[in-house]
C-alpha cells in the first residue's frame, strides 16, 4: 500500500510536492478543475464549501486539458522523487451536459473521451471522477473537530433547488448569475443511472485502450437527493450495481471511505471487504468522520467513527496495493492550517502502514 497527498490545482507547486516528500508520500493525486475560481474563498488552500452558487465559476468550457499539460504536472511531480496516480475530477464546464442530459450531450462526451485519452498519453494511470447532478454541495463548516478545529460536516438535508446554469456545484453559465434564477427540473434515480450506465458504455472502452482506470467517487454528501436532484451512490450497495453494470477493467472506485462511512446503511469495515476482494479499488480516499449524514461531522483521523487502522488492515488483507490519500483533514491552529492538518493525517497513515 503507497501513501499519496491530494493537491488542489493551485497547490501544484514544487513546494507542496517537497511537503509531501517530507511526510513520507510517494504518490500525488491532483486537482486540475480550479474550485475556487470567482468564489467565496474561504482560507487558504481548504476545502471548498461554497454558498448556493456552490463553489465558483467553472472553467473554460472550449479549452480541454491538453496533452502537454498533463505531462508537465507528471513531470514536476517526478521532478520531486514522486509519482502522479491520478488526476481527480472533470471539470463541469467539460461534460456538464453528460450529467444534465442537456444538449450538448454529444459534444460533452467527446470531450470526456478526448481528456481520458491524454490522460493516458500523459501516462497518467487513473482518472477519479464523481457522477453527480448537483456535486458535493449542503456541506457547512464550524469548529466540528477536537480542540474546536475547522471541519467540514452537515447539519440536515439541503434540497435548496438547482438554478440553471448550475451543476456539480459549479456555475457552468456565467450569465445565469444575472437572471431570475430557474429551477433545473429534478431528475429521477432511474433516470440518473441510465446516464449513468450511457456514460460507462461510451466512455470505458476509450479508457481500456488508453490504459486509464475509471475511479467512481460515492456521493459526497451521501443523501437520496441533494438540491431536489437525485444522487448515485448514497448507500454502500450502490456501489456494486455502479461495477455490476459493466465490467470493463477500467470500471473501478475511487474509494471514499468517509463519504461510505457517513451513508446511513451498512457496516464500513464490512464494506472495505466486499470492494477491496474485487479488485475494483482505484485509490484510497481515507479519513474519519462522526454521526451519518445528514448530520455528519469530518474529524481527525485518529478520532472519528471509523476504526482508520482496522480499515488499513482490512485493504492489506486483501490485496490492496494502491494508493492511500488522506482526502480531508481539519484545519489546525497555525499559520499554515491545512498543511498541518495533512502532516498529521499523513503522519497517523504513515505510522498505520508501517505497523501493518
Ligand atoms: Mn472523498
Request: aromatic content about 8%; hydrophobic content about 40%; overall charge negative.
Amino acid at each position: 500500500m503507497k501513501l499519496g497527498l491530494g493537491l488542489y490545482r493551485h497547490m501544484l507547486t514544487p513546494e507542496n510536492f517537497a511537503f509531501a516528500k517530507q511526510a513520507g508520500a510517494t504518490h500525488i493525486v491532483a486537482h486540475l478543475v480550479d474550485y475556487f475560481r470567482g468564489g467565496s474563498h474561504v482560507g487558504p488552500d481548504d476545502q471548498p464549501t461554497g454558498t448556493d452558487w456552490g463553489w465558483g465559476l467553472a472553467g473554460d468550457p472550449g479549452s480541454l486539458w491538453t496533452a502537454d499539460e498533463l505531462k508537465g504536472v507528471r513531470r514536476s511531480v517526478e521532478d520531486a522523487g514522486l509519482k502522479l496516480e491520478a488526476i481527480e475530477n472533470f471539470d463541469p464546464a467539460h461534460w456538464h451536459d453528460v450529467l444534465l442530459d442537456g444538449p450538448m450531450r454529444t459534444l460533452h462526451i467527446e470531450n470526456v473521451k478526448t481528456i481520458i485519452r491524454r490522460v493516458g498519453e500523459a501516462g497518467i494511470p487513473i482518472m477519479g471522477y464523481n457522477f453527480s447532478i448537483a456535486g458535493v454541495a449542503g456541506r457547512t463548516k464550524g469548529p466540528y473537530a477536537r480542540g474546536g478545529a475547522p471541519a467540514v460536516g452537515m447539519e440536515g438535508p439541503y434540497d435548496l433547488p438547482m438554478p440553471q446554469g448550475m451543476a456539480w456545484n459549479m456555475v457552468v453559465d456565467p450569465s445565469a448569475l444575472r437572471r431570475p434564477a430557474t429551477p433545473v427540473p429534478s431528475a429521477t434515480h432511474e433516470e440518473l443511472w441510465s446516464r449513468f450506465r450511457r456514460f460507462l458504455d461510451e466512455v470505458l472502452p476509450v479508457a481500456e485502450k488508453a490504459g486509464v482506470r475509471m475511479a467512481l467517487h460515492p456521493d459526497d454528501p451521501p443523501a437520496p437527493t441533494i438540491r431536489g436532484q437525485p444522487r448515485l451512490v448514497y448507500q454502500p450497495r450502490m456501489y456494486q450495481q455502479a461495477i455490476d453494470l459493466n465490467p470493463s477493467p477500467a470500471n473501478a472506485l475511487e474509494f471514499c471511505v468517509g463519504s461510505l462511512a457517513e451513508m446511513t446503511e451498512g457496516d464500513i469495515y464490512e464494506v472495505v471487504d466486499t470492494y477491496s476482494r474485487q479488485n475494483r479499488i482505484g485509490y484510497v480516499h481515507l479519513r474519519n468522520i462522526r454521526d451519518k449524514a445528514p448530520h455528519y461531522k469530518e474529524t481527525f483521523i485518529d478520532d472519528g467513527d471509523v476504526d482508520v487502522l482496522r480499515v488499513l488492515s482490512i485493504l492489506r488483507r486483501n490485496g490492496f496495493d494502491g494508493v492511500v490519500i488522506p482526502d480531508h483533514a481539519p484545519q489546525m491552529s497555525c499559520a499554515a492550517p491545512w498543511h498541518a492538518g495533512m502532516a498529521f493525517a499523513l503522519g497517523y497513515l504513515k505510522a498505520g502502514i508501517q505497523s501493518l
